[in-house]
């Protein structure tokens, strides 16, 4: 082989070694500019995704205030039709204005595509609940009670009250189907920045300190999301004023607790108990004294129960505990522990008065033909004959 053809074969060599790295830098620049794009698109969506967090927060908290406002409403218009007295009407007026308040609030919260039908239609029962109630306190102020109760008679507010309580609802609803939209399309863009991340990871060692960086943001992205996740999870499963759990997570506790007892053979017992006189406590003292004695009751109560027993609020002033393991000897004791514990730790109202808050309880224990409803219904019944002999103790079901 000659000099120049060595020359032409070294430098056709030289030729497709460059063409080679040429293309890997314009894969790996492509890779770079892809996941530069996917990046900020991310960054995008997360940053709606905050924002629609942020306001999914804020339409559970206002349509909760819309649902509080138009009972106390409704509370207010009552208490003065059953008293004639003034100042009954304070939470009445106080109601009507926190329900404007908060419908206005819904309004800048809700898109008007995503649910002004909804707010249209929770306006308008909003409208024939307060037209009712004014008509009431109307006529009361006049003096006309005999019209003012056949008013009240007569009226379908309990309809209006549940119309209000779907809307709501409704509201809630498709609040909640706006932010899964948002969550299924920045999880579609995490994934796809994922690839790309990959892909430029291998595509050569120096983009290994681009692909740590990613995979940490990545990773505090996902936190952020699984905390945001827990908290909406943390609303829909507990009491807001307790904090224990609420009626319908405590049922499927419950239920699960049941089908393991089965499964193992081993006992399981359920209590309910309610504060008792609490209605006095309500109208002697105030509801915020009222709402601070719930949270006396139930502070003591977690106090006294295992690890693995769970109390919630099946509604008002009544609670029900599930007992895991427990024979009905045991669940006695536990409850019974409970009761003296009220009883020796009175609530204080303020500096220099008390207030003994005393609870009632039914114990019923989980048999072969029991199912949660009528374990549930057994322990209500002995709860109801625990209020029967003079409240205060602590009744094990027939």
């Known amino acids: 082989m000659n000099v120049p053809e060595m020359l032409v074969r070294r430098v ?60 106390e409403t409704l509370r207010g218009e009552r208490g003065f039709l059953l008293t004639g007295r003034p100042a009954e009407l304070q939470p009445y007026f106080a109601g009507r204005r926190e329900l404007a308040r908060s419908l206005d609030e819904l309004d800048r919260y809700v898109p008007e595509s995503n649910g002004h039908d909804a707010m249209y239609d929770l306006r308008h029962s909003a409208g024939e609940f307060l037209l009712h109630v004014d008509e009431v306190v109307r006529l009361t102020r006049a003096g006309q009670i005999d019209r003012a109760r056949l008013a009240v ?120 108990f309610d504060i008792d006189n609490f209605k006095r406590v309500n109208d002697t003292h105030g509801h915020g004294v009222g709402d601070e004695a719930i949270r006396h009751v139930v502070f003591n109560a977690q106090a006294t129960v295992r690890i693995n027993d769970r109390i919630g609020r099946m509604g008002g002033e009544e609670f029900g505990i599930v007992l895991p393991k427990s024979s009905e000897e045991n669940a006695y004791m536990v409850c019974e522990r409970m009761r003296a514990r009220l009883r020796g730790n009175p609530f204080a109202l303020d500096d220099t008065s008390v207030l003994l808050v005393t609870i009632s309880t039914g114990i019923a224990s989980l048999t072969a033909d029991d199912d949660a409803a009528s374990l549930i219904e057994r322990a209500d019944k002995a709860l109801y004959e625990a209020k029967r002999s003079g409240r205060d103790v602590v009744k094990l079901a027939a």
Request: hydrophobic share 50%; charged share 25%; net charge positive.
């Open 12 to 71: 056709d060599e030289l030729n497709g070694k460059a063409r080679f790295f040429v293309a890997a830098v314009a894969v790996m620049g492509l890779l770079l500019i892809g996941s530069s794009i996917v990046a900020w698109q991310s960054s995008k969506e997360q940053k709606r995704l905050d924002a629609a967090y942020t306001q999914t927060l804020r339409v559970l908290r206002t349509t909760a205030t819309v649902k509080v406002a138009t009972l």
């Open 153 to 272: 008679q007569r009226s379908a507010v309990g309809d209006v009250i549940a119309a209000i309580d779907r809307t709501s609802d409704v509201v809630i609803a498709e609040e909640r189907a706006r932010l899964d939209d948002l969550q299924d399309n920045a999880a579609r863009v995490m994934k796809t920045l994922l690839r790309f991340v990959y892909l430029t990871s291998f595509a050569g060692l120096c983009l290994l300190a681009l692909a740590v960086v990613a995979a940490i943001a990545l990773r505090r992205s996902f936190q952020r999301e699984k905390a945001y996740q827990a908290e909406l999870r943390k609303r829909a499963e507990t009491d807001e004023l307790t904090g224990v759990s609420n009626r319908r997570e405590l049922l499927s506790y419950l239920e699960t607790r049941m089908a393991e007892a089965r499964r193992l053979g081993t006992p399981l017992s359920f209590a309910m």
